[in-house]
């Protein structure tokens, strides 16, 4: 007898959420894709010849793809602003879910889904940060939890994506919540994942946080109270540091990279980059190719991501790796970053968490 498949529905249908769909569409064996949602024509007129010849139901109405028959899992790739009242609506339906990174732009809001998932602990609600499925993140983790750097202290990490000429991420910084929200937040995550690798030990807090940032190349952002490159600095308490850098203007692609320093030693991850081991010998040098996208980089991660949610969501007993609760943590540490770097001040912390203000001359 054949293994049976999870009924999946893709909602939202634009870079992400295509590429989702042909995931859960060719990729993933014991995943169905059965239905997708969008409002958009162009994104709908992709789904008519992509997905509509392999069975795909389309929908223009969140609600109504909800109805349809034999779903039992939801991918969330919709705009950002959204996600956290879809998700909602998906669970008080019954269905499995994995939403993209972030839950919301908004502390409140992200928590209101975690509060929702307690209702119904017999869904699987996995918040798409990808990199947790990486390989190579992943044996750095095992590295770090074995203790062979010593105590992990301080992280540093980066997204930097290539420049994109057309400037869509202005228009695109309008919903986003900004640059620490929309990009650093997987280097966020990382940073409360690696920096605690033991999961007795007690939740990070943070104790100050700052952020510094210009417009490079795209001065327009600052209309949005945004930039296209930023820095910021996590100082937690308990004496471990996590430095974080995002960039919208790389000249040879994506880079993300991260480091993690112990008392013992440290890990890089992906400090030089490469598409492949081809190296390219010229009569001006020697390169080599760099992934240019996100995607390109963490394709596979998107894929065991999908694989271990459907697994996860199929499977009696069957976890998922990482609870929903952290997501609502990274979205706070991002959301404050992008607060300092408006603001152009730091945020202090007691030792429960709750803001301290100082006086200011």
Request: hydrophobic content about 40%; some cysteine.
């Amino acid at each position: 007898m054949a293994p049976r498949k999870l009924k999946v529905a893709v909602s939202g249908l634009g870079r992400m959420g295509a590429r989702h769909a042909m995931n859960f569409l060719n990729q993933i064996p014991r995943a169905e894709l059965v239905a997708a949602f969008s409002p958009d024509d162009k994104e709908l007129a992709w789904a008519e010849q992509h997905l509509v010849p392999s069975g795909v139901a389309l929908y223009t109405d969140f609600n109504d793809m909800l109805l349809h028959s034999g779903i039992e899992g939801i991918v969330i790739a919709t705009a950002t602003a959204v996600h956290a009242q879809q998700v909602i609506k998906a669970m008080r339906a019954n269905k499995h879910v994995l939403c993209e990174k972030p839950l919301s732009i908004s502390v409140e809001l992200s928590q209101s889904v975690v509060t929702e998932s307690l209702a119904h602990p017999h869904l699987k609600i996995l918040c798409g940060f990808s990199r947790r499925f990486d390989a190579s993140y992943r044996s750095a983790f095992f590295h770090v939890s074995s203790g062979h750097i010593g105590t992990p202290t301080i992280f540093r990490s980066q997204t930097c994506d290539k420049l994109d000429p057309s400037g869509i991420f202005v228009s695109y910084a309008q919903h986003s919540g900004g640059i620490f929200v929309d990009c650093n937040i997987h280097d966020i995550d990382l940073a409360l994942w690696f920096l605690s690798p033991d999961p007795s030990s007690p939740l990070l807090v943070p104790k100050s946080i700052s952020a510094v940032g210009v417009c490079a190349v795209r001065p327009e952002l600052s209309k949005y109270n945004d930039v296209d490159n930023a820095v910021g600095t996590v100082e937690f308490w308990g004496g471990k540091i996590a430095y974080f850098y995002s960039s919208r203007m790389m000249a040879s692609g994506q880079h993300d990279m991260t480091e993690i320093i112990g008392t013992k030693g440290k890990i890089v991850v992906n400090g030089n980059p490469a598409t492949d081991l081809v190296e390219m010998w010229e009569a001006d040098g020697i390169r080599r190719e760099i992934p240019q996208t996100y995607w390109g980089r963490f394709r596979e991660a998107f894929l065991m991501e999908g694989k271990e949610w459907v697994e996860a969501c199929l499977e009696r007993g069957k976890e998922l790796p990482f609870e929903l609760a952290g997501a609502v943590r990274a979205v706070g540490i991002a959301v404050a970053l992008q607060e300092s770097l408006v603001l152009g001040r730091r945020i202090d912390f007691d030792e429960r968490g709750k803001r301290v203000e100082r006086a200011r001359l």
